[in-house]
């Protein structure tokens, strides 16, 4: 198990970013957003050259790693009905390779609000997407967020039937408040062990998040880990149960929200909140595994 986490959720400067994963004693961020000095803070694959040498240099002074980059290649932000652009594909292959980064995090665009998804053309461009990643020797995994396959999860298995070599990163609170678009309307928010016992066959990453459905702002709480209706005890419990030994990234979304710029913390208070979470999370995974019967689950804290 690799412990890990996307840093930008403790600031976006590279040497917060390092500085909380020393403090956490682990090894590896997943790489989202991210600024140096001179530069305007973006995403990985985004910034200039110039910014991601900065970065790499960074990194490799503090013997720190990037275990996935958290892209925006066809994420929330896109949709299928604009021009199919693979400019950041080209710019990402080359950066994680750099890195020695194997995983990318992809979406397959947003929803639209009518009912044509325009399945078809999501799964071309995706397979186009994923063949890219894979020639390269790179995993692309899909994450259930607010896009066509976290639409609920038989569009995350239509997803990979359609698209060979495919593989997902598993987001624990992104049910809590997705609508589940296989029931009638209103649709109910989707339910987050559902959805984990459907797909964790293919599920090669975990990204952990808690949350609580408020009803009456109609919007997510975020809380610590276990604290919310995330199912994030039972889905790691189960998890390690089948031998689930790979990376888990935590992504609190309590001090600062990636896609919502109203949720904002002080960067002091931004900071502590994820070193905290990260603390609870390794609090939180040293019970389920004392608990459970069966001994031998190692916890690499990359």
């Known amino acids: 198990m690799i412990l890990t986490g996307i840093a930008d959720e403790a600031g976006s400067h590279i040497d ?27 995403n990985i694959h985004d910034i200039p050259d110039a910014a991601f040498e900065i970065v790499l240099e960074k990194l490799a002074a503090a013997n720190v790693g990037v275990y996935a980059f958290g892209s925006t290649i066809a994420n929330w932000g896109k949709k ?10 080209h710019r990402a292959i080359p950066r994680m390779q750099k890195l020695k980064t194997k995983y990318v995090r992809i979406m397959s665009y947003a929803v639209r609000e ?24 790179l995993q692309p995994v899909h994450e259930n967020c607010m896009n066509y396959g976290g ?3 038989p569009h995350t298995l239509e997803l990979l039937e359609h698209i060979p070599g495919l593989k997902l990163v598993f987001d624990t609170a992104n049910p809590v408040f997705n609508p589940d678009r296989t029931k009638p309307k209103p649709w109910p928010r989707q ?40 199912a994030v005890r039972q889905i790691l419990t189960d998890a390690f149960a089948r031998g689930y030994d ?27 909140n994820y070193v905290q979470y990260g603390k609870r999370l390794m609090g939180l995974i040293d019970e389920i595994k004392a608990a459970m019967p069966v001994t031998g689950i190692s916890a690499k804290k990359a």
């Open 16 to 42: 917060t970013q390092i500085k909380a994963t020393k403090e956490l004693g682990w090894s590896t961020i997943e790489a989202r957003n991210v600024e140096v000095d001179g530069f305007p803070k973006g």
């Open 114 to 137: 009518d009912e044509n998804q325009m399945a078809e053309e999501r799964f071309r461009r995706l397979r186009e997407i994923t063949k890219l990643f894979l020639d390269a020797g």
């Open 151 to 153: 639409m609920a999860w």
């Open 191 to 230: 339910d987050p062990w559902e959805f984990w016992t459907h797909v964790r066959d293919h599920v090669v990453h975990i990204h952990i998040k808690d949350a609580i459905w408020n009803l009456g702002k109609n919007d997510a709480d975020y809380t610590f880990p276990g604290e919310g209706h995330g």
């Open 80 to 89: 299928i009905d604009q021009p199919f652009d693979l400019s950041e594909v």
């Open 246 to 272: 790979a990376g888990i990234s935590i992504e609190p979304h309590m001090a600062v929200v990636f896609h919502n710029a109203s949720v904002n913390a002080d960067a002091e208070a931004q900071y502590a």
